[in-house]
């Protein structure tokens, strides 16, 4: 494999641990520029991080293609045996959380757009609604970072 974390992960597998790592801290950091009512800004750090990690999942999921799957990842690297029903299970759950994550960010960064724009953005009557769909998509993400890193774990580390 091709990794550069001293595990026998594919490149794109350690370079989402990276970004589940990163994720978590820049969204906090937005979340502070909209309490601090830094709106214009807040909107280009969430829309960035958006597209950001939409061109990981898009690479990630094109390198699970290239090499079949998470499972022949784990046979190519001699870690078959870490494939369990139990790591089954925390898959689907990480999964599950991924696809969700997706769609609630997709949405809320759709909606903020539409609603607030990415110039002059000021609160509106959309405010609330926003607010919760970003408490919603945070829950959601950091979901996903912790069953990913979970992932990772038992699947190259444990």
């Excluded at 969204?27 to 214009?40: C, Q, S």
């Excluded at 609604?129 to 038992?154: E, N, R, S």
Aim: glycine share 6%.
């Amino acid at each position: 494999m091709s990794g550069f974390f001293p595990y026998q992960a594919t490149f794109m597998l350690d370079l989402v641990v990276v970004a589940l790592l990163a994720v978590v801290p820049i969204l906090v950091y937005g979340v502070i520029l909209a309490r601090l009512k830094k709106y214009a800004l807040h909107a280009r750090v969430m829309t960035g991080l958006g597209i950001v990690v939409l061109v990981v999942v898009v690479l990630f999921e094109v390198d699970m293609r290239l090499h079949g799957s998470i499972k022949q990842i784990m046979i190519d690297a001699g870690r078959e045996d870490a494939y369990t029903s139990g790591f089954f299970t925390l898959l689907c759950i990480h999964i599950f959380f991924s696809v969700s994550t997706c769609a609630i960010w997709f949405w809320t960064i759709y909606k903020a757009i539409k609603k607030f724009g990415l110039k002059n953005t000021q609160p509106n009557e959309y405010s609330s609604t926003h607010k919760k769909l970003a408490i919603l998509a945070i829950i959601d993400i950091v979901c996903v970072a912790v069953t990913g890193l979970m992932v990772y774990y038992f699947a190259f580390i444990a």
